[in-house]
């Protein structure tokens, strides 16, 4: 099993930046894919940004070209970097792990962007 604890969420202006961490532990080794979701308020969960173990990226339209999902093979920790944040990027924003027989998730950061 994989463990994931979320940091790095918190209040910011429109525009400006946060970077989200990610740190796993647990069964690492056995991870095929790892995403970032965000949850708003009334509306589904949606995966924002997600990398596989081949290191190749994918990301929501609406982030794309703002959002830069990363990760640190040495410290077990994928990051997200958010840039020209909009009040719409408000949610509970979750890291999850994906295996070949589970998906694990954190427990989440939430993120608001005021206008």
């Known amino acids: 099993q994989v463990q994931l604890v979320e940091s790095g969420g918190g209040l910011v202006q429109s525009g400006g930046s946060l970077r989200l961490s990610c740190a796993t532990s647990?069964?690492?080794?056995?991870?095929?894919?790892m995403g970032w979701y965000r949850q708003a308020p009334g509306k589904e969960r949606e995966l924002v940004a997600g990398?596989?173990?081949?290191?190749?990226?994918n990301y929501a339209d609406s982030v794309k070209g703002r959002f830069t999902i990363s990760r640190d093979t040495a410290k077990r920790t994928v990051y997200l970097q958010m840039n020209s944040l909009k009040p719409e990027d408000t949610a509970v924003y979750f890291c999850?792990?994906?295996?070949?027989?589970?998906?694990?998730w954190g427990q989440g950061t939430q993120v608001t962007v005021s206008s």
């Open positions: 990398i596989s173990s081949g290191s190749t990226t």
């Open positions: 647990g069964y690492v080794f056995n991870i095929n894919f």
């Open positions: 999850a792990a994906r295996t070949s027989s589970e998906t694990s």
